[in-house]
Nanobody
Framework: QVQLVESGGGLVQPGGSLRLSCVAS????????MSWYRQAPGKERELVAA????????NYADSVKGRFTISRDNAKNTVYLQMNSLKPEDTAKYYC?????????????WGQGTQVIVSS
């Protein structure tokens, strides 16, 4: 069974940093685009950052550009989200996503999420 396990969330003061990790197992990690999404209470889930399967091509939500960095280590089956200069509005549950589209079907996997709270 496919697994995506996030870690690294927690409580941090405004201006602080956190590094989220997502370890993948039981699928070919290097063949999937990896993304981080977040969902705050009462809001829809939104894309935060994404990286292509081969790495090197990234995409960020405007609200996090210049503050967050997504990266992946295909040898460790892990994707990271480095979050700097955190703001209270970054408070949300952060989810890891793995996505692949083939000619036959779409593969779309989600982790259980890790909570980030930015508060003084």
């Amino acid at each position: 069974q496919v697994q995506l396990v996030e870690s690294g969330g927690g409580l941090v003061q405004p201006g602080g940093s956190l590094r989220l990790s997502c370890v993948a197992s039981r699928f070919t990690f290097s063949a999937y685009a990896m993304s981080w999404y977040r969902q705050a209470p009462g809001k829809e889930r939104e894309l935060v950052a994404a990286e292509t399967s081969a790495g090197g091509v990234t995409n960020y939500a405007d609200s996090v550009k210049g503050r967050f960095t997504i990266s992946r280590d295909n040898a460790k089956n892990t994707v990271y989200l480095q979050m700097n200069s955190l703001k209270p509005e970054d408070t949300a549950k952060y989810y890891c996503n793995a996505f692949q589209r083939t000619s036959l079907r779409v593969y779309d996997y989600w982790g259980q999420g890790t909570q980030v709270i930015v508060s003084s």
